[in-house]
């Protein structure tokens, strides 16, 4: 089964034909997903569409872009969410030093304090991180993200050959970093999820990363309707596509398409513990 572990169908610039060709593409192939939240009134959405549909999980949280309309009531807020049925994680929450759409100090204190949230309710946390590869890391460490004790709280995952490692149960969504920086964050305990830009023909870092990370911690995800792989590049995402994405990570690392459905499905229930 594949499982879109990072999407949004909680987009509000989704119109309703777009927004039903949405769900029709997960129920037509019979997939799952995790709707991510990105501010308050989609982390809201996202649980009203869990509350819906069987094939659907929620995380909430606010995103670096919105951190400057961030304050501690809409924080107590997404806390009362987190701790509804089938909100799964804290997310996408991180730093986004590209667009710059929120200042830099802001950004830092939310994703602080969002940091401090998930561990409060032991929870997974999905980052969001672009231009920001040191300072995410660097805050993540400081905030206890990757902490022996954060550690305790989750089962042990299967890595190569079996043998059973630690999982802080960080995911590192749509990463395009280097392939020693996402060592580092195996090493830490903490998931890669490769996105649509996989497929990109010029994508080398990314398919670098994905080749040297070991099956056992990747997803897949798709963050429709945006990142659309190829063949559709250009045209609006859809969960489907992320199949699109599971056959690169297949030709990437020499497997059956189907194995890596298979496990990144495994790998996706696992981290946000369903």
Excluded at 92 to 114: A, M, P, T, V
């Amino acid at each position: 089964m594949l499982f879109d572990a990072h999407t949004h169908l909680n987009e509000t610039s989704l119109k309703p034909a777009e927004k039903e060709k949405f769900i029709r593409s997960i129920e037509d192939e019979g997939m799952m997903i995790c709707d991510i939240g990105f501010d308050l009134e989609s982390s809201m959405n996202a649980c009203s569409h869990a509350n819906m549909y069987d094939w659907c999980y929620a995380a909430v949280g606010s995103h670096p872009h919105d951190a400057d309309n961030m304050d501690d009531m809409q924080l107590e807020l997404i806390k009362g969410l987190a701790r509804r049925e089938k909100v799964v994680a804290i997310g996408e929450i991180g730093l986004d030093f590209f667009k710059n759409y929120s200042e830099r100090d802001n950004q830092e204190y939310w994703f602080r304090k969002q940091i401090r949230l998930a561990n409060e309710l032991k929870m997974p946390i999905a980052i969001h991180e672009r231009d920001a590869v040191q300072p995410v890391m660097q805050i993540l460490k400081e905030e206890g993200a990757f902490s022996d004790e954060r550690k305790s709280w989750f089962p042990k995952r299967p890595g190569p050959g079996g043998k059973m490692t630690d999982d802080a149960r960080v995911v590192i969504h749509c990463f395009s970093a280097s392939k020693e920086i996402a060592l580092q964050y195996v090493a830490m305990g903490a998931t890669i999820s490769v996105a649509g830009p996989i497929t990109y023909k010029n994508n080398r870092k990314t398919k670098e990363a994905c080749a040297a990370v070991p099956i056992e911690y990747l997803l897949i995800e798709t963050d429709a309707p945006y990142l659309t792989p190829e063949p559709h590049r250009g045209k609006r995402n859809v969960p489907a596509f992320v199949k699109y994405t599971a056959q690169e990570v297949a030709d990437i690392k020499g497997m059956e398409y189907e194995d890596v459905v298979r496990i990144t499905c495994e790998n996706a229930r696992r981290f946000y513990g369903i």
